[in-house]
């Protein structure tokens, strides 16, 4: 464009010129201007100029995670990132409003113009959701439908390419597997971790039978019940046949060995080295919280839009949208850690020459 | 508290004595502080303020719709006061955040004092589901159980007692039902309405079976189910009969002339008097959705810090949570209408008799 | 583009091609990529959309204010817009939570190559601020330095051109000042309104007078002050010259007519008639308390970016920013009306005639 | 209240019982109740139980900053709180948009009877400012007059005796003198920045100078001019006698020695160990940010609510709360920092033996 050392003109650097003059209503060339189909088309576009920056730091994202070594100050940068993607879904999820200043009869008068033009086309918000670690094989039959099936060949082919590289969340994985800390020759973390909870839950059998004579039989049976729930739901965590065959079923992502790790962040986040690990957690649960947030709204608005009708691209509409919402998630793995959380008082003491290797060399 | 000529004190006024006294950790009582508690108790507290406010204002709008003749300014007052809800109710939804601060591993350090007090004790949320017109018979199975099951005996009377007034929805019904517009001795709006439908539709046939020879079996027969489809969800509309088995099934809340009305409304929101009319659709769908993303980012929430825990109070969890969020939803029916809008170009046109009664007496 | 027949593709119809094709850092040019570089330009270039859209909303409010007689749905038209861009401007200012995420450091890595551009080179915004009303005298002389001086020719004159065609503000005082109700032959609103003010700070003197002997001798005289001070201020409201004196020096934009016809409005909002005129009059000062936010915010963030270094721009930096918020405020009339109001009881009662006029012809 | 052992009830827990009898509209009492009063009521309410939260969290990092020696794990704590303090300021901010959805008109039904309660009158708020920092002799003359002119005795007494005790801004500055870093026998740093600023500045001088045939005579004056203040700038940092001369003026709050190690921070936010002071300063700045931004915005709505009129505590309005908003800032120093950043690459470089302390002990 530009000579480096020409003066920088504000509407030239951001290339105005094409940016306004890619707004051009359907209704219009019809002759028959509808006010809101611009409004239609400057909050589609914002849309994807935001997926495209969500993009733009997922990559830089995956960069630092496809490193066999990674060093401090990268985790700091991905910390930085992803709460730059946090903000940016915000404004994601904020934007209905304006969209929602159209009402249904406003929308009726351009409508038809669109067919079969869909949401569902956004190439970019798939390559979000293939770079985050949605597979096709975790999407529900009706959103594989449109999943590839309304794109055009090139798109289509560039998204399959894509799902051949490795996702965030499989880039994670191998991070969290490659942890050290848990286990050494003098220190067998989750041995301790397992007996820890053994011992809660016998505690907790004990004290319900010393209670058994206050309790009526059905209460005693299901308090009993209710613990044994918690002893097989720790098997879930703990034996790593169970754990691989809920992943078979498509209920558990991650494998044992980063589950374990992600757990021993969560429950030693104070320890200095943890803390970034930590944060880069949280942040990945939020992400999928607004993700999932958006596409909920963005379901009910559809249903606003559209009452029981179809969608421009022939979808079934708000109901599909609605399960998807849900099904897409990909960090569920990080919300269910909470289950096997214990409290503090309880926690395995560190052998003091992990803490201080966990602590910053300078002894002030 | 004081006399009305004395000079007031702002601490004295908000009675702050009370209000900044009423905050008292459990685990504080026990000798064990933990930080995070007081955050629990204030995010509540605020939360009990602000459903206070909420039936504040849904009383006084109960009142202007339990009358047989509404003014028009009342209706303004009504408007304002809906728009206020909605206010209050983003701050409902953006103080999850706060809440959120809160990691699982800090609520776990008080969650076992609290047993079994649970959010769904509140009564005052209670109260706002049944002013709106959540009705038991509405809710799941689990959501009843709830609803009274754990709360205190006299506020299981109060609600019980409440649920015998009269709602929102209810008083809505009546107002709709009651409105002038769509039928005189010269003019059967309905009638109209439904041969303009009829025509559109025959219309579309005429075009399938003209571009019979261009398609596919199958996309033929696509193409007239997808017909049929219309035509049906357009008799669901009509047909007083088909309309009754869909309220006794509990698909729909509100009567067909109620329906008929509202969709009068949204068609022709242009004419002056319909003005107020259609705003006040317009946010109650917008209260609905309020409540119904509040519920369901509150069920993520749950998931995040409880995993697949049950809750304090016995709940099921976010599971349950995020169903309540689909299901308790009262004025569906409003989402709906947007099945059976038309195109304003093919609206049939009110006599001119008509729309000068709709319009204000002045003639500037 | 596509023929109106031919089904329509997303990507397409958006014209991603370009639109996603317009970002181009610098710093990648000269070889030595700024990772936030992106950040910097997706995020003006969202502004620069979303100014388009409401200068799109701004425009086909004018056209509607530009005639002498307006349609109550027209009116209604225009509420609808206001709010519209209300929802817009929430999220130009929440947007700067985006934009702050990018530091201090990571900006100064490509700042240097963009001088001397500047977001006062934004073309939009300076039309949007003269669409609104806000006029060249009005504005400081560092802000008028900026306002054309750092544009390109073409800039400049269209800039001009525009200032010579009406304003939002211009055509809401030609409305106003058109607005029949306060003076017939039998009734005299204003008279009336200045005798209620009268006898209330007469009263006011009297209740002085009579507790003359309790009040310490600079006590009577401050109370005696602040009344003569009360007086003068409605002087300015109901003496021609004094306003039109204040209009000279800039501190009133509107006419005296304009300005008693607003305040009729928001005193009589009641009377149907004026209930949409005063929801304009509402949402326009919330668009200017938004627009005001907005500079104000950005102002701290420059402040934070650049410290007391000046901007790219050669701009003076965030202490100019923050005197252009509270200067270029154009609806700041309507603020001030609010020191005329007095209370409803004390209200001029409207004769009845007066007020079936401004009710609907229906009489159910 | 309980006995820890009893079953918690969510009413009980949550003191209801007070905290939804604290509602007492002084327009009720007279018999005359303004449905706006409880609003008001509700909404000051709200805001005094989030600045108790508030206080609970700035009291718990004075705890941590009191220490001459702070563990890491601490600060990962204080920047965890200082985020949920950002949480909320948001909450407060977007509050005003509930405040505002009552009218002037409306505020007006009770006004009267609330003289002379004043928002001033919030003991926890002038509690927060002076735990922030905020010395009553940075307050300007108005500022002052209502910071204790307007409360009774007891309340006057405390806030006085709270402000004998360390600040946060104070203990900030403690623990940014504190910082080892930038000076050992080997390594001098800020020698070695004032030698880069100084060959950065003398290389802009001579590129002037260079192209001084083709400038024209003003135009090189400017630049030498432009030149020479920002090498008096970079010298308000450098020499200590000048900032102390600023710093007795009231224009810098931090000592020499402070500001220069939080530049550091800054500078060199990616060495592991300095990660958390970094996001500790930012959040500072994003606080401080975040008031202001709420008492302007409390600004504009008193001019809304008030237009020129004097507050119910005979506050003298809009302009001194919008005085308010920009004096009462702590952190300007940390916003003014920016202006003595230098580009990444001109950075000195550390010693390795100091980079390898600011990094952990663990080495994978």
Known sequence: MHNINEPVYYGDYLELNKLLDSQHPKSKKIGNEAHDETLFIIVHQVYELWFKQILHELHSMKDVFDQKKIMESELSTVVHRLERIKKIQSILIDQLDVMETMTPMDFLEFRDLLVPASGFQSVQFREIEILMGLRTDQRKEVDREYFLGRLQKDDQDRLLEMEKTPSLIGLLEDWLE????????????????????????????????????TLSEKALEMQLANLNGTRMTFATLFEESIHNGLKEKGERRLSQKATLNALFILLYRDEPILFLPFVILENL??????????????????????GTKIGTGGSSGHKYLKSAAENNRVFMDLFNLSTFLIPRSKLPVLPAKLKEQMNFSYRG
């Open 178 to 213: 490659r942890m050290p800390f848990t286990f050494t020759d003098e220190f067998d973390f989750w041995g301790e971790y397992q007996s820890t909870v053994d011992d809660m839950l016998c505690g907790d059998e004990i004290t319900i039978q010393d209670n058994k004579a």
């Open 285 to 306: 649960m939020d992400i999928d919280e607004l993700f999932t947030t958006w596409r909920y709204r963005h379901a009910i608005m559809a249903h606003r839009m559209l």
